[in-house]
Structure formats: C-alpha cells, structure tokens
C-alpha cells in the first residue's frame, strides 16, 4: 500500500500498528458461545473506532480477527 499514513495508531490504550495492508493489535483472548477465540470486546470497539477513523480520512476498510487475541483492521484502498 502506497499511502503514507501513521505506522502506530493508539485508540482507546490499544496500539494498532501498520503491517504490510493493515493494522494490527493483540489483546485478551476471549471465547464465543461456540468457544472460538475471539479478541475482547473493547479490542473490538476499539479496532471499529480505528476503522471509523480511517473512513474520515478517505480509507476503505474491513476488520477481522484471527486467534489468540489478535484483529486486524485490513486497508482496502
């Protein structure tokens, strides 16, 4: 990705931090109802406010989640 934006990002204590074509931050591992992991929910809000965030300054982009705490918030420009 060619665009020249921030390599860290903190929202709400959680620093996401720019890999390649996307952001990512670690936190707690949580489990769903069906015991996937899953990050923990302020993570997640957190990582929505960063893709609100990217969204005013002009860049696409969607969130996702791997395991062990981890989400990404992938630039889709």
């Known amino acids: 990705m060619s665009l020249d934006i921030p390599k860290r990002r903190t929202v709400d204590g959680f620093t996401f931090t720019l ?5 990512e931050c670690r936190g707690a591992t949580y489990h ?15 990582a929505s406010k960063l893709q609100a965030l990217l969204q005013s300054e002009g860049i696409s982009s969607e969130i996702e989640h791997g395991e062990k705490g981890w989400i ?5 420009d």
């Open 32 to 46: 769903d109802d069906d015991h996937d992991q899953v990050p923990e929910p302020k993570l997640q809000q957190a």
């Open 72 to 76: 990404e918030v992938y630039l889709t």
């Open 19 to 23: 890999d390649d074509s996307c952001y």
